[in-house]
């Protein structure tokens, strides 16, 4: 797809063509449902393809098609990164931590499964994730140990995805100050979609100055993500969001409207966005479905 001008590409168009080629890839690279023990096979692609927007894949092959990256390698390595999103997605369900009945607008894993094959379903999703790390194709092993490294500092428990877990979980029902939640959600979500970009970067052999600009951007835009996930929980409904709405007012979650209000919080994301637009100046016009991801974090419904 040529994105053209800037502002002009079709980016639902674009998406759905990655997410299209995402679940051709997520069904060869995952267990078939038949596969001994087959319980677990269909519990992990019933959460797989439940649904879901595929953004990370997307920002894996926006970043790595900006640098000229080899494709097929980009769709593995977006594929593996969704296998753990989704490992995150089943065990935040969980009535020990979310207790939530409603993921992408289907019954969540544990209430199809029950809890015990859910835990075990999100930790098959994450060492299936590693393993296809290892096996990434057209790379060599020091750039896929790079790879490795990366994502399991962005969903381990320092500055991570389950680190910040952690201080969200920790932080319900009390009072905290803009730097917490700042590290929640840059953390939590925030984190994740940093090292997709960096990753697809790496992936194409992205040097220092283009790797630091699309961590710039990463970062960006997974705060402001995050920023408008706690907008849409206040605003949207369940319907809309395949998920339950008001859950964080309910559970007293750390939240930018709790903190800052609607306005602010809108405010906040659009200046995000606009500075991780500019982030990718360098990058040219083969950025460009970055750009229009970014501008999509802010206009989304859900």
């Not at 220092?208 to 849409?232: E, H, R």
């Not at 800052?260 to 200046?271: D, P, Q, T, Y």
Request: net charge neutral.
């Amino acid at each position: 797809m040529n994105p053209g001008a800037e502002g002009s590409m079709d980016i639902a168009a674009y998406l759905r063509e990655c997410s299209q080629e995402v679940d051709r890839y997520l069904d060869r690279l995952l267990p078939p449902e038949t596969q001994h023990p087959a319980t677990i096979h269909r519990a992990m692609r019933y959460s797989v393809f439940a649904g879901g927007k595929r953004l990370r894949p997307a920002l894996v092959l926006a970043a790595g098609t900006s640098l000229g990256g080899n494709r097929d390698t980009l769709m593995h390595l977006g594929s593996a990164i969704e296998m753990i999103h989704t490992y995150s997605l089943i065990h935040d369900d969980l009535p020990a931590l979310d207790n939530d009945d409603l993921r992408r607008g289907v019954p969540t894993s544990h209430k199809v499964f029950g809890e015990a094959i859910a835990i075990l379903a999100g930790d098959s999703l994450m060492t299936r994730c590693y393993q296809l790390l290892t096996d990434l194709p057209h790379l060599g092993d020091s750039v896929r140990l790079v790879i490795i490294r990366e994502i399991a500092r962005a969903t381990g428990t320092i500055d991570g995805m389950i680190g910040g877990q952690v201080v969200d979980i920790e932080s319900e029902g009390q009072t905290i100050g803009p730097d917490v939640l700042d590290y929640i959600h840059r953390s939590k979500t925030g984190a994740l979609l940093t090292v997709c970009a960096r990753c697809g970067g790496i992936a194409a052999g992205a040097g220092p100055a283009q790797l630091a600009a699309l961590t710039q951007y990463g970062s960006k835009v997974g705060l402001a993500f995050q920023i408008m996930d706690d907008i849409l929980d206040r605003t949207g409904s369940s319907q809309s969001l395949g998920k339950t709405a008001g859950k964080d007012l309910q559970v007293k979650k750390a939240t930018y409207p709790a903190l800052h209000g609607l306005e602010a919080s809108r405010r906040r994301a659009r200046e995000l966005v606009a500075q991780a637009i500019e982030d990718t100046r360098s990058l040219g016009e083969p950025a460009e479905p970055l750009r229009a991801l970014a501008r999509l974090v802010v206009d989304r419904s859900k």
